[in-house]
């Protein structure tokens, strides 16, 4: 658990700043809100594990943005693959879309192989997902089964590269989706071999 303490400077300024809002706004409290955490002078502090003191990590981790797998994604990460405080995470709009495209691989490749030179990582895992908006959503595909294929084969070619630029890295592929439930929405997550 991180503990979190905020640390107000320059109070003077923020009592001035917070009277007048309130002056102008109308509000009848002076209590704290969250977007008291926007304004200025105020340094957020929270504490991290000691193993954020080593210089490198085993992982490397390429996921979408998407926000409907965030929570899902660090939880996957953190507690079933086990890699709590040992990756670097880089989040890009379609997962490894661009680094298949040939038109970007290369810039893409560079930016994700920094992880592999500064941070030392030993092992890739690429996850991509159904429906992202990055391939046009799951409409594109025509059917469950070509987006299946396509998004395996995708993230197979991504494989490929990394292994002819790196070839003792272990990398590993999962295709996640959400899945209706009774009435919960679940994420899934598939490997890929
Ligand atoms: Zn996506």
Do not use: W
């Amino acid at each position: 658990m991180h503990n979190l303490k905020l640390h107000r400077k320059g109070l003077l300024f923020y009592c001035v700043s917070a009277a007048l809002f309130c002056i102008s706004s109308g509000c009848a409290t002076s209590k704290s809100t969250l977007s008291d955490l926007l304004l200025d002078n105020q340094l957020i502090v929270t504490e991290v594990s000691q193993d954020a003191k080593r210089s490198d990590c085993d992982t490397l981790v390429i996921t979408c943005i998407d926000y409907r797998f965030a929570v899902e994604n660090q939880g996957f990460i953190n507690e079933t693959l086990g890699l709590k405080d040992n990756y670097d995470h880089i989040s890009i709009p379609g997962s490894i879309l661009n680094l298949i495209n040939p038109e970007t691989s290369d810039l893409v490749l560079s930016k994700f192989a920094l992880s592999v030179r500064i941070h030392l990582v030993k092992r890739i895992v690429m996850i991509s997902h159904k429906d992202c908006g990055g391939y046009g959503g799951s409409a594109a595909f025509g059917s469950e089964l070509a987006e299946h294929e396509t998004l395996c084969a995708d993230l197979r070619k991504a494989r490929d590269l990394f292994l002819e630029k790196y070839p003792t890295l272990e990398v590993n592929l999962f295709l996640e989706s959400l899945v209706q439930e009774g009435n919960e929405i679940k994420v899934h997550f598939e490997k890929i071999l």
